[in-house]
């Protein structure tokens, strides 16, 4: 892969490489810096990679996150809820949602939820069997809605096929995006406050970008590891 076709992949896929490693560090400054690092790592391996493999590019952000975070110290871990304000506020809000569920947990639902990632290519990030990654968003999801609203049941949704197959974890990309669209418009009469608020949260979360100085801070630390690897190159062929 050329740079031009490297900067386009990166630059394309930037708020949702960032998205998912700060819910897996929860912590701006962290995030930023093991984004920087999984870029420079993908930038040394560019040419066994394709420009549209963004399994790779997850793989490696989710081995350098999760040594980073196995190196803070128990206290440093223990409560991230002061760091969540520098965050977007509705990626603040998801951090929140899914605070009590395991990593694991809250990380594949990241993965679905925010990044559009396919069940396959869940299952190949987190290394689960797909029947698993459907378990685990189902759990999700139901303990989601309850937090946003416990006085409604999940059971009361078999009248709608899809938003039941999408409560069982078992709903496609497909029928995902036709639910999102139609909590947009907020034309599906039998949803409830809570499917609509959790559905509004993922659009929101799907769409927002980084903030602004995170992506000056990665766009100026992309053109560093670029030049530095270009002198690099240049002084192994006349050193």
């Known amino acids: 892969m050329d740079k031009s076709h490297f900067n386009t992949f990166i630059f394309s896929n930037s708020d949702k490489i960032y998205h998912y490693v700060y819910c897996l560090v929860k912590d701006q400054e962290e995030a930023l810096d093991v984004v920087t690092l999984t870029i420079e790592e993908c930038w040394e391996k560019r040419k066994i990679f394709s420009h549209t493999d963004m399994i790779f590019v997850f793989k490696i952000a989710r081995k350098l996150a999760k040594l980073r975070v196995a190196k803070r110290k128990s206290k440093e871990f223990s409560d991230y809820a002061n760091n969540l304000a520098d965050a977007n506020p509705v990626l603040a809000r998801f951090c929140s949602l899914t605070r009590d569920l395991s990593?694991?947990?809250?990380?594949?639902?990241?993965?679905?939820?925010?990044?559009?990632?396919?069940?396959?290519?869940?299952?190949?990030?987190?290394?689960?069997?797909?029947n698993n990654v459907q378990s685990i968003l189902a759990v999700v999801r139901k303990a989601i809605r309850a937090r946003i609203n416990p006085t409604n049941v999940v059971a009361d949704l078999k009248t709608n096929e899809v938003l039941f197959k999408y409560y069982s974890g078992k709903s496609s990309l497909k029928d995902e995006e036709q639910l999102r669209l139609y909590f947009s418009r907020m034309d599906l009469s039998d949803a409830t406050g809570a499917d609509r608020e959790l559905f509004q949260l993922f659009i929101k979360v799907g769409n927002a970008p980084m903030p602004t100085v995170c992506s000056d801070y990665l766009l100026q630390k992309i053109k560093e590891i670029q030049e530095r690897n270009w002198w690099s190159s240049l002084l192994n062929i006349f050193g």
């Open 103 to 130: 990593p694991l947990q809250a990380e594949v639902m990241c993965l679905r939820a925010m990044v559009r990632l396919s069940m396959d290519d869940i299952s190949i990030v987190v290394e689960q069997g797909i």
